[in-house]
């Protein structure tokens, strides 16, 4: 039986879990026959698309992402299906058009999603307008997320303090947002800290607040009973084969945890059960994508720099090809000042991967002596305003010779961009004109390409 005031809890074993622990690889085919299963648990909704699912379904399964949601959708009636969005990044890596982004959402909702977690990697919610908007059209729920961040170890200092992340949470609300996700990527959420800030959302908002954190630096499963000692309306688990490490809580101890509590979610462990031993049976296909290189289950090096787990194996994937492993202590100094000089974005996709190339770089070759385009484009605004100012002096530097002018722009980054519909349509002539397909293609035009080739043989 379920509690007076059950914890909503929100499934990752689908999308963030194998994202997190297995490269995104997980197949379509080896979701559905627990599918059904899954469905009966009684999650307040599951994760199961978004992020970088998209890409790798294309990419590397040689899968069409749109079908995935289609079959899952038929064998789960009951759970809302939930996706990450990257604002007006989608599902890529930089900012597509107003078109584009409405388009996705459309299709995403026709084929499944109800619920859109929207995020923006700067937190500039001028990303969220456009998505806002198209899910609001749909009928969908919007759930805007702040990517959590900090500049300290703990919750303050003069940028990501409790008054930044209230004004950002009401403002979302004020947007429209029928709930409220407090996104920690990098699970450096601390307890106390985060019973402090969903109290205080909680004081100061209408909407439910959610709590996503990850296991990695082996805080994940206090803080997120501290927030629902501090009222928190959802939190985010997996299921225990595919949690800890960089993943998620195991959500089998919250509930027996919670046992008659006023937040009982009234899970049936043994049903539970059921599903983890089909997991379990499906894990050794995947087990070369997991990183078995430290015997600790978590990484205590982020309690240490607060780099997220995605982003460090990243990092040592570039120095190597650049020869230069033995620099990664260097790099790990290098992050904080580079992302200083960049106004402090918070580290996600894709700002993770921007400071992080840019901070090898500034280690191998000396500070600024080569800048990748992304960072020109970042610098120009491209990708939103960032949390704190930038310093001119690598602003100027960056923009030096750039061709798209020299003084950043101070608009919404998707009221500069051309519409992007037409042109892929055209690109795809003779081949398909689905407007799936045309997505596929908006959004990554050379290995979406290759995968239209193969899907159509052509
Ligand atoms: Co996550």
Same mark, same amino acid.
């Given at each position: 039986m379920p509690g007076t005031k059950p914890i909503r809890i929100t499934d990752l074993t689908l999308r963030d879990g194998h994202q997190s622990l297995f490269a995104t690889r997980m197949t379509t085919d080896d979701m559905l026959p627990i599918a059904a299963a899954m469905d009966g648990i009684g999650f307040y909704s599951m994760e199961v698309w978004g992020g970088a699912t998209f890409d790798v379904m294309t990419r590397f399964l040689n899968e069409d992402p749109w079908e995935r949601v289609r079959r899952l959708r038929k064998k789960m009636p009951n759970t809302k299906l939930q996706m990450l969005l990257r604002g007006q990044n989608l599902v890529g890596y930089r900012n597509y058009a107003d078109d584009v982004v409405d388009a996705f959402v459309e299709k995403a909702a026709e084929v499944g999603i109800d619920i859109f977690r929207v995020f923006d990697a700067l937190n500039d919610e001028r990303n969220f307008i456009a998505a806002f908007k198209a899910i609001r059209k749909c009928g969908k729920h919007i759930q805007g997320a702040i990517s959590y961040s900090l500049t300290e170890k703990r919750l303050g200092g003069p940028i990501f303090n409790i008054d930044y992340y209230i004004g950002k949470a009401k403002k979302i609300e004020d947007m429209g947002a029928d709930s409220l996700c407090i996104k920690d990527m990098a699970g450096i959420i601390s307890p106390y800290d985060a019973f402090e800030l969903i109290s205080q959302l909680k004081a100061n908002l209408t909407i439910p607040i959610h709590l996503h954190t990850h296991y990695t630096s082996g805080m994940a499963s206090m803080s997120l009973l501290k927030a629902i000692e501090a009222g928190a309306d959802g939190i985010d688990t997996c299921l225990a084969p595919f949690a800890l490490r960089s993943s998620h809580c195991a959500v089998e101890p919250f509930v027996v945890t919670l046992?008659?509590? !006023?937040?009982?979610?009234?899970? *049936?462990l043994g049903k539970l059960a059921e599903v983890d031993d089909y997991l379990e049976t499906i894990i050794p296909k995947y087990m070369s994508f997991a990183d078995t290189t430290k015997f600790s289950v978590i990484d205590i090096g982020v309690l240490m720099h607060q780099i997220p787990g995605g982003m460090i194996s990243n990092l040592v994937s570039q120095l190597k090809q650049a020869k230069a492993i033995h620099r990664l202590k260097d790099v790990y100094e290098e992050i904080p000042a580079t992302r200083k000089d960049m106004?402090? !974005? #918070?580290?996600?996709t894709p700002t993770s991967q921007i400071v992080g190339v840019q901070s090898v770089f500034n280690v191998v070759a000396g500070r600024y002596k080569m800048i990748s385009n992304e960072v020109k484009d970042y610098f120009y605004g491209l990708y939103g305003k960032p949390p704190a100012p930038v310093s001119d002096e690598i602003m100027q530097k960056a923009l030096k010779g750039y061709a798209k002018g020299h003084t950043p722009i101070e608009?919404? #980054?998707? *009221? $500069? $961009?051309? !519409?992007?519909l037409p042109g892929a349509r055209e690109a795809l002539k003779g081949i398909t004109d689905d407007m799936g397909d045309i997505l596929i293609y908006a959004l990554y035009p050379m290995t979406g390409l290759e995968f239209l080739k193969k899907k159509y043989n052509v």
């Open positions: 046992k008659g509590t !006023p937040q009982d979610p009234g899970f *049936d106004g402090f !974005p #918070p580290l996600v608009t919404r #980054p998707g *009221d $500069i $961009i051309e !519409p992007e």
